[in-house]
C-alpha cells in the first residue's frame, strides 16, 4: 500500500526518504486517478523487489491538502511529480503508466 502524506512537513520529509520518489496527486473523485492506483500498487511493489530501497511511491489527495497541491502546481488529476535526490526531477500529468515508468527508469539508470 502506498502511504498517504497529510501535511506539509510530511512531504519535505518524504521526498528524501528514497533517490527517487514518486508523489502522486489524486483525488477520492477522479476516475482517472481511480484507474491508475492498482497499476502504483503493482509497479512499487515490482520495484521494491528489484530495485529495493530506491524508489518510493506516496499519493496526496488534493482535496485534503489543497494548499499544497497548489504550491506545487498541481491543476490536473493525477499528476506525479517525481524527485531524484530531493530534488524534483519531472512531472507527470496524466495517468500514463508508461510515462511514470519512463521517468523512473530512466531516474534508475542514474542510480546505477
Known sequence: MIDQIRTEPDYDNRIRQAPIVVIDFYALWCGP?????????????????????????????????ADLAAKMGVAAMPTFVIYHNGTKATTV???????????????????N
Open 33 to 65: 486517478c481511480r484507474m491508475i492506483q492498482p497499476l502504483l500498487e503493482e509497479y512499487d511493489n515490482e520495484l521494491a523487489t528489484s530495485s529495493a530501497g530506491k524508489v518510493a511511491f506516496f499519493k496526496v489527495d488534493v482535496d485534503e491538502c
Open 93 to 111: 500529468v496524466g495517468a500514463s503508466m508508461p510515462k511514470i515508468k519512463e521517468q523512473v527508469d530512466a531516474l534508475l539508470e542514474k542510480e
